[in-house]
Nanobody, 122 residues
Framework: QVQLVESGGGLVQAGGSLRLSCAAS????????MGWFRQALGKEREFVAA????????YYADSVKGRFTISRDNAKNTVYLQMNSPKPEDTAVYYC???????????????WGQGTQVTVSQ
């Protein structure tokens, strides 16, 4: 089992910045590809960003490319999502997720956090 705990959500103004963190425990963190997903009210959960086990490759949804950055620190068992220039349409509950070995950009992840709310105001 892998336990994931997100933090860093809150209220941010459009054009500002926010950094989400996701702390992992329970298994060898470097064995897991990590992803960030989000779910807005009344909408389906969607992919935001993903990173390979060693952090060398990253993947982004078109809607956040150039604004958000995913990174990880395997020594700290933590993955981050740096959100720059957020827009009101980025408002959602953000979830991190872990998947053994191979990164994916769909919802096929093994473990999920409880989510953290991000609200972007005009």
């Amino acid at each position: 089992q892998v336990q994931l705990v997100e933090s860093g959500g809150g209220l941010v103004q459009a054009g500002g910045s926010l950094r989400l963190s996701c702390a992992a425990s329970g298994r060898t963190f470097s064995n897991y590809a990590m992803g960030w997903f989000r779910q807005a009210l009344g909408k389906e959960r969607e992919f935001v960003a993903a990173i390979t086990r060693n952090g060398y490759s990253t993947y982004y949804a078109d809607s956040v490319k150039g604004r958000f950055t995913i990174s990880r620190d395997n020594a700290k068992n933590t993955v981050y999502l740096q959100m720059n220039s957020p827009k009101p349409e980025d408002t959602a509950v953000y979830y991190c997720a872990a998947r053994a070995f191979v990164v994916r950009t769909d919802l096929e992840y093994d473990y999920w956090g409880q989510g953290t709310q991000v609200t972007v105001s005009q």
